[in-house]
């Protein structure tokens, strides 16, 4: 059986950004927080870029052939440190008039 690659209807983009969340456990004196350097996390995600607005951009790992999405995450734009374009979102084919035949 041939399959058929549904249409891509988004743009897929890979984001590094950082997680705000992510701190080690456990009591730390002022000292060893600041030898550290305090505790980040640069996470890379990778999704169809669904929504964007002023404050977040929503990626979704499920595409199917109408646009619907599942599987999303939500990113605020503050967090982002760069996102990359690594697949444009299909171009619909454009309609070829008919000339009439003379």
Known sequence: MKLKRPI???PL???LWDDATHLELGWK???E???EGGSFEIVMS???LV???DNHVVLAMDVDREG???QRGQI???MIKSMRLLRKADQPKPLVPVLPRT
């Open 29 to 31: 004196t002022q000292e």
């Open 76 to 78: 605020p734009r503050a």
């Open 51 to 53: 929504r964007e607005t």
């Open 68 to 70: 619907q999405h599942n």
């Open 46 to 48: 990778v999704g169809f």
């Open 33 to 35: 927080f600041t030898k």
């Open 8 to 10: 891509q209807k988004y």
């Open 13 to 15: 983009v890979e984001v």
